[in-house]
C-alpha cells in the first residue's frame, strides 16, 4: 500500500527557505570580509551587500510573523528595491561602502534569522497567509522570499567563483 502526504503551503515554503539557507551556508564557508567586499566586475553589487539584502529580507519577514528581528534599523543600508536611491554612505564601487557590516558578523546574524524564521513557520497559524502586508497576502509576501533567496543564493556561488574558492555545491 502507498501513502502519499500532502506538505501544507507553510510547511512547503519552509523546506524552499531551508534548502536554500544550506546552500547559502555552504557557498559562504571560508568567505572572509576582504573576499565579500571585493567589487565585482562591472560596478555590479558586492557579495557583503547582496548576502546582506537577502537577510534585510528575511529579517523584515520575521517581524512581520510576529517574531524579534535580529537586525534594527541600522541594515538599511542592505535594503535595496529597484529604483529606489540608494542611502547615505552607499559607494558604487564597494556598495555597502563604509557602513558594511563585517562579514563574519553577517554570517552569524543569518544563522540566527535563519532560526527565527524557521520557528515561526513551524508555529504560524495558516490564517496569517491571508493577513494583508505591504499590498499582498502574507502567503504572496514568503513565495517572493522565497524565489529572492532563490535568486541571491545562486549570485553566491558566482561570488565564491570571483574569490578563487573552488565550488561548494
Known amino acids: 500500500m502507498t501513502t502519499t502526504t500532502t506538505m501544507t503551503p507553510v510547511a512547503t515554503l519552509k523546506q524552499m527557505l531551508d534548502q536554500s539557507h544550506q546552500m547559502a551556508r555552504a557557498n559562504l564557508a571560508g568567505m572572509t570580509h576582504t573576499d565579500s567586499m571585493r567589487p565585482p566586475p562591472e560596478g555590479a553589487n558586492t557579495l557583503n551587500?547582496?548576502?546582506g539584502h537577502t537577510l534585510f529580507w528575511r529579517n523584515e519577514i520575521v517581524t512581520m510573523l510576529g517574531g524579534e528581528g535580529v537586525w534594527g534599523t541600522d541594515a538599511g543600508v542592505y535594503r535595496g528595491h529597484p529604483g529606489e536611491p540608494r542611502p547615505a554612505g552607499w559607494d558604487a564601487g564597494r556598495n555597502p561602502g563604509a557602513d558594511a557590516k563585517d562579514f563574519a558578523t553577517i554570517v552569524a546574524d543569518?544563522?540566527?534569522?535563519h532560526e527565527r524564521l524557521?520557528?515561526?513557520?513551524?508555529?504560524?497559524?495558516?490564517?496569517?497567509l491571508e493577513v494583508q502586508v505591504?499590498?499582498?497576502?502574507?502567503?504572496q509576501m514568503l513565495v517572493s522570499l522565497a524565489v529572492h533567496d532563490a535568486y541571491h543564493v545562486g549570485q553566491l556561488g558566482?561570488?565564491?567563483?570571483?574569490?578563487?574558492?573552488?565550488g561548494a555545491i
Do not use: T
Not at 543569518?110 to 534569522?113: A, L, P, T, V, Y
Not at 524557521?118 to 490564517?127: F, I, R
Not at 558566482?158 to 573552488?166: D, E, H, I, S, V
Open 118 to 128: 524557521a520557528a515561526l513557520l513551524d508555529s504560524v497559524d495558516p490564517a496569517v
Open 134 to 139: 505591504h499590498g499582498m497576502p502574507m502567503g
Open 49 to 51: 551587500w547582496v548576502y
Open 110 to 113: 543569518g544563522e540566527r534569522i
Open 158 to 166: 558566482l561570488y565564491r567563483r570571483l574569490a578563487g574558492k573552488a
